[in-house]
């Protein structure tokens, strides 16, 4: 009838107890442990937040920023929305208010990005129009005590600097 008995290996007392199995992963294991205890110079390992990462490519993405212009050092977002519909974990909040200074039509009055929904992805930097929001901030790891910490609002974004003197650039 064509069908096909396979015999199952391993029914002895011994086989099942998994003895000889879990001897050869403890000798495994101590070999590599040994080995590594008495050359630590193979170790591929960073004692972070002491050492920074040296293999950081420009294209790293860390912590958002907002950006100013270079004119008249006002907040280059319009309000345009695009960063938030882009962003596929919605985790960007704006609200728009008119703008005062009649450079241009609007600009944020709220701009906040909850950094425990970001997945990091940088849609919001590739949908930004005017260039207004990057991820160059080269912030490796936030840190906090509280959930409201992690919500990054508008002064705090334009606060953050960019780390382009230390490898970090604009991709173009």
Known sequence: MGIKVIHRH????KEKMYISAVYNGMKTTLKHFTKN????????????????????????RGVHRLTH????????????????????????EIVAKEREDSVDEKMPAIFNIDLLECIFCGY?????????????SGIFSVIADNREDFIYNKEKL???????????????
Do not use: H, W
């Open 10 to 13: 391993g029914n002895t007392f």
């Open 124 to 136: 919001c930097v590739e949908a930004c129009p005017c260039d207004a929001i990057r991820m160059d």
């Open 69 to 92: 212009r270079k004119e008249d050092n006002s907040i280059a977002c319009v309000a345009c929305f695009m960063c938030a519909t882009a962003c596929p974990a919605e985790c960007i």
């Open 37 to 60: 205890l008495s050359d630590t110079s193979n170790l591929q390992s960073v004692c972070y937040p002491e050492l920074k990462p040296t293999d950081i490519t420009s294209r790293y």
């Open 158 to 172: 334009l606060s953050i600097k960019c780390m382009e003197g230390e490898g970090f650039s604009r991709a173009k």
